[in-house]
Nanobody, 124 residues
Framework: QLQLVESGGGLVQAGDSLRLSCAASGRTFSSYAVGWFRQAPGKERESVATITWSGNRTYYANSVRGRFTISRDNAKNTVSLQMNSLERRDTAVYYC?????????????????WGQGTLVTVSS
């Protein structure tokens, strides 16, 4: 079973940057596509960014493209989400998820393994 643990959330002001990390254990992480998703209070879980097993392809939601960057280090079993120019609308619980696949997946439904989430709060 693959275990995922997110870290790096917190309270920041609008315009600030934050870096989230997802640490994996229990399986060969390099075989998994990975994504970051978020869920704000009262809203459905939505995609933020995803990355293929090799890191050669990425997907970004329109709302974060140009501000967020997803990356992975398979040697360290980690995936990161660099978030710049944060806005109040970015406030949410951010989840890391993984799917055993070599394809690029862009929606949360197909992902099989999920972390517990880390809260990001952006104040004005």
């Amino acid at each position: 079973q693959l275990q995922l643990v997110e870290s790096g959330g917190g309270l920041v002001q609008a315009g600030d940057s934050l870096r989230l990390s997802c640490a994996a254990s229990g399986r060969t992480f390099s075989s998994y596509a990975v994504g970051w998703f978020r869920q704000a209070p009262g809203k459905e879980r939505e995609s933020v960014a995803t990355i293929t097993w090799s890191g050669n392809r990425t997907y970004y939601a329109n709302s974060v493209r140009g501000r967020f960057t997803i990356s992975r280090d398979n040697a360290k079993n980690t995936v990161s989400l660099q978030m710049n120019s944060l806005e109040r609308r970015d406030t949410a619980v951010y989840y890391c998820a993984a799917k055993l696949s070599r394809a690029l997946w862009t929606t949360p439904g197909p992902f099989e393994h999920w972390g517990q989430g880390t809260l990001v709060t952006v104040s004005s």
